[in-house]
């Protein structure tokens, strides 16, 4: 993530927290060092964000009410429909983006909402039936990357489990197949659509190389073997 981007992702944070975030949180959310996010901040209160700190155990950097998000004007339905969607996304590659996501949305939620909806929310458990890798890369990187269009290098364990090779993939999307999520895109060791299950994506890099976008016809044919649902 760039820096304005990572700048862009704090500030709507910060907005939808009910509660202040400490620096080493903030790094752990965006997978970077205390000093950098402390950099941030600095440049963002330069540019009359209105970020202040809270000192103390509790404490932590919050923003002004003021600076909130408008209302949502979401029923109390509708509000459990969304935080129980978000929710489902927390062993997905969109973990990180959904809990930001589930933050403001709770924080903007009218307080007559509120406890109904948690309540309706802890009744809810999701099993999930595929655990992640020992040694699997951070699934935020796989949206990060994708958003990007990026090129990625991977090694990836066949189904043995004990071999594994490298590929670059152009990265296409995510596909969500059964009880697993598979990273699809152009494999240039294979030539052709591949889909890579993540909990066996064992290391990621991401190049700098930007490829040229490939024929949709391509993933649609590929997809058209899978009886698969669009999200948008």
Request: aromatic letters at 6%.
């Amino acid at each position: 993530m760039k820096r304005a981007e990572r700048q862009y992702a704090l500030v709507d944070l910060l907005r939808g927290a009910r509660r202040p975030w400490s620096a080493a949180r903030l790094a752990g959310e965006f997978g970077v060092s205390s000093r950098t996010i402390e950099r941030d901040i600095g440049s963002l209160q330069l540019a009359g964000v209105p970020i202040y700190a809270d000192h103390g155990a509790a404490g932590g950097y919050s923003i002004l009410r003021e600076y909130s998000l408008p209302p949502l004007n979401l029923s109390a339905a509708e509000s459990l429909a969304v935080l129980a969607g978000l929710a489902l996304l927390g062993s997905s590659p969109y973990q990180g983006a959904a809990r930001r996501a589930h933050a403001k949305i709770a924080a903007v939620m009218p307080e007559e909402y509120r406890a109904p909806v948690q309540e309706m929310l802890g009744m809810m458990q999701v099993i999930d039936a595929v655990a992640p890798a020992d040694g699997a890369v951070p699934l935020g990187m796989l949206s990060d990357a994708i958003a990007a269009r990026r090129l990625v290098r991977l090694t990836y364990l066949g189904e043995d489990h004990a071999t594994s090779t490298v590929r670059d993939v152009e990265t296409m999307g995510l596909l969500r197949a059964g009880d697993a999520w598979l990273l699809t895109g152009w494999c240039r060791l294979r030539a052709a659509i591949r889909g890579f299950r993540i909990e066996r994506i064992t290391r990621l890099e991401i190049l700098d190389e930007v490829p040229p976008p490939r024929d949709p016809a391509l993933l649609e044919a590929d997809l058209a073997r899978w009886p698969t649902r669009r999200l948008a």
